[in-house]
T-cell receptor, first 119, second 112 residues
Framework: EAQVTQNPRYLITVTGKKLTVTCSQNMNHEYMSWYRQDPGLGLRQIYYSMNVEVTDKGDVPEGYKVSRKEKRNFPLILESPSPNQTSLYFC??????????????????FGPGTRLLVL | DAKTTQPPSMDCAEGRAANLPCNHS???????VYWYRQIHSQGPQYIIHGLKNNETNEMASLIITEDRKSSTLILPHATLRDTAVYYCIVRVNSGGYQKVTFGTGTKLQVIP
């Protein structure tokens, strides 16, 4: 079954304690992305990756790191979490991100979400 | 980046057509309009996308105005399971890479 998985699904941690949220997809997609969702703010993109070893900042990258060492995995790293990073996080993937027209035509598949609480 | 504007909420009677509008007045010629929906706090789900022409699939229809400055997502026979937040997105290119901007969406409530 084609899917995007995230772990953990729920996490409570304390300020400053490094954590990693994993994301994995089994569709051989080139493009992967992380979003956070907060009440009243909708979905905001944190980082995205066009392919292995290629990552770039989204709209809200501060306080986050990512890496893309393998095509299927795109972990989100919070080196020193703070309470303002309490949020619902989604990972997404899609194929064929760069077409000759420059337009993105492939749909994104989203993971089930990770609910993070930083105390 | 082309931004989108959607009403924050709408109601629709069960069995009726739900028409969800979206304004994207700064859309450029090669940008597509995408619609996703998010049920409760699940991951967003793709619905439909289009460039210029109207599109239809098993879930919905997408009507894009001739000037491409707005579009309407139509759920022809809304059911209670269609209650969700609907996002209209215009895909952008940023230096050849794919940055994505979601707005706050329209919360559709289907009423029995």
């Amino acid at each position: 079954e084609a899917q995007v998985t995230q772990n953990p699904r729920y996490l409570i941690t304390v300020t400053g304690k490094k954590l990693t949220v994993t994301c994995s997809q089994n569709m051989n997609h080139e493009y992967m992305s992380w979003y956070r969702q907060d009440p009243g703010l909708g979905l905001r993109q944190i980082y995205y990756s066009m392919n292995v070893e290629v990552t770039d900042k989204g709209d809200v990258p501060e306080g986050y790191k990512v890496s893309r060492k393998e095509k299927r995995n795109f972990p989100l790293i919070l080196e020193s979490p703070s309470p303002n990073q309490t949020s619902l996080y989604f990972c997404a993937s899609s194929s064929n991100p760069h077409l000759p027209t420059g337009s993105f035509q492939e749909t994104q598949y989203f993971g089930p979400g990770t609910r993070l609480l930083v105390l | 980046d082309a931004k989108t504007t959607q009403p924050p909420s709408m109601d629709c009677a069960e069995g009726r057509a739900a028409n969800l509008p979206c304004n994207h007045s700064t859309i450029s010629g090669n940008e597509y309009v995408y619609w996703y929906r998010q049920i409760h706090s699940q991951g967003p789900q793709y619905i439909i996308h289009g460039l210029k022409n109207n599109e239809t699939n098993e879930m919905a229809s997408l009507i894009i105005t001739e000037d491409r400055k707005s579009s309407t997502l139509i759920l022809p026979h809304a059911t209670l399971r269609d209650t969700a937040v609907y996002y209209c997105i215009v895909r952008v290119n940023s230096g050849g890479y794919q940055k994505v901007t979601f707005g706050t969406g329209t919360k559709l409530q289907v009423i029995p």
